[in-house]
């Protein structure tokens, strides 16, 4: 099924039911409430904030003003640029720092390849579901997106090429590793097939992979643009957010030469430049990584909370319900029967004190509306138990008043 810009349009400014706010005003209002334990936004816990190494970065920054507080280059500064070409996190692909675009975190990446290389009408396959601010980049730049079949492993690849040959698509946009929304990572016997498939039919990838660093069990795996012949037909999109903290808003983009310049003129037209002050703040804490707290205690909790809302959220949903177990990342996701509308279950819930999102954003077709969304990384343990419980009588309440009327 495919979406244009004009069947797009309603999917920014549909509400939830029962509310009056947009999602994202509807989510960001629901997260800053009293008492409500929200499962809904990607939140990272700022306990674990590295906060002393942050402060003496930003410090650096500021001690020399005559270059952190002036204008910068559109495609970064040098320094941070070499930092994250000799640093990158993607093993096995040779980098250097004019292979770096430097952005306002890894979503004004995915701005500017909309930009660069979205033409309205062109199709963009996805998987199915997929990160909703990605379908709101492409979608602002015209794009039809078609979903392409997934399995617990992600895209299909059988599937991925029928769909190119059918749609002649654009580009293809994945996220691997512990992805938006689904948890899902793609194993590396997968990574290769898709690889092939896109090497085969010569389809530019646009692999986003701002998860990669909240590995909390199994193995680390290389990214799909490391493998053989990739790395010039692969855009890969990465950022501080996840691994530092959100509120620095750098991110960092390999891409291939043949759209490097185009994307630079782009960023330009958008902001002129990243901020000076967060790109050298950011080169100093790279460049001292003997100031850093260790993330093996984040890691260790977080995992833990990922399992305590696997364990727990069964008991709330109905039977028949399917639960993902992310092995990393900040979400997983929940497949309710049918016959059940997360939308409509959303007021219910928020009614008991306790946030999700609703799963028909994150689908091309917005008529699936049987899925939902829950991030385990803000709360604790005891405060997640609390949160299915309040969940549970959501879902209660909604059957006894909407399924047995």
């Known amino acids: 099924m495919t979406t244009g810009v004009t069947e797009f349009i309603p999917r920014l400014s549909r509400n939830f039911a029962g509310t009056e706010d947009s999602p994202v005003r509807a989510l960001l209002d629901l997260v800053s409430r009293p008492g409500v334990i929200s499962f809904a936004g990607g939140i990272p816990d700022p306990e674990y904030f590295d906060l002393e190494a942050i402060r003496a970065a930003y410090q650096a920054s500021l001690d020399r003003p005559e270059r952190s507080l002036q204008y910068s280059s559109s495609e970064g500064e040098r320094e941070l640029r070499e930092i994250l070409a000799a640093n990158l996190t993607v093993e096995g692909i040779p980098t250097q720092a004019d292979d770096l675009l430097v952005t306002t975190g890894s979503q004004q990446g995915l701005t500017l390849m909309g930009q660069v290389m979205v033409d309205p009408g062109d199709v963009i396959l996805v998987e199915d579901p997929t990160y909703l601010a990605a379908l709101q980049t492409f979608g602002l730049s015209g794009a039809r997106f078609v979903a392409v079949d997934c399995d617990e492993e992600g895209m299909i690849p059988d599937s991925l090429e029928s769909s190119i040959a059918e749609h002649d698509p654009k580009l293809v946009y994945l996220i691997p590793s512990y992805q938006n929304p689904s948890g899902r990572t793609m194993s590396m016997q997968r990574r290769r097939a898709v690889a092939d498939v896109l090497l085969a039919t010569g389809t530019m990838l646009i692999e986003d992979d701002p998860y990669s660093s909240l590995r909390y069990s199994g193995e680390a795996l290389d990214a799909i643009c490391s493998l053989d012949g990739m790395a010039e037909q692969t855009a890969l999109l990465q950022t501080f957010s996840k691994s530092v903290a959100p509120g620095i808003r750098l991110g960092w983009a390999r891409v291939p030469s043949s759209i490097r310049d185009a994307m630079i003129v782009a960023k330009q037209a958008i902001d002129l430049h990243s901020s000076t002050v967060d790109q050298y703040a950011a080169a100093y804490y790279l460049a001292h990584p003997e100031t850093h707290r260790s993330d093996e205690e984040k890691l260790r909790v977080y995992g833990e909370r990922c399992h305590a809302m696997a364990r727990e959220l069964p008991r709330a949903l109905p039977a028949g ?85």
């Open 321 to 405: 319900s399917r639960v993902t177990t992310p092995q990393g990342g900040m979400f997983l996701w929940a497949e309710l029967p049918e016959a059940y509308d997360t939308d409509t279950l959303l007021p219910y819930a928020m009614r008991e004190g306790v946030g999700f999102v609703p799963g028909s954003s994150f689908h091309v077709d917005t008529s699936i509306r049987n899925t939902m969304r829950l991030s385990f990384v803000t709360n604790a343990e005891e405060d997640i138990v609390e949160g299915v419980n309040r969940l549970q009588r959501a879902v209660a309440a909604y059957e006894a008043e909407q399924l047995q009327g």
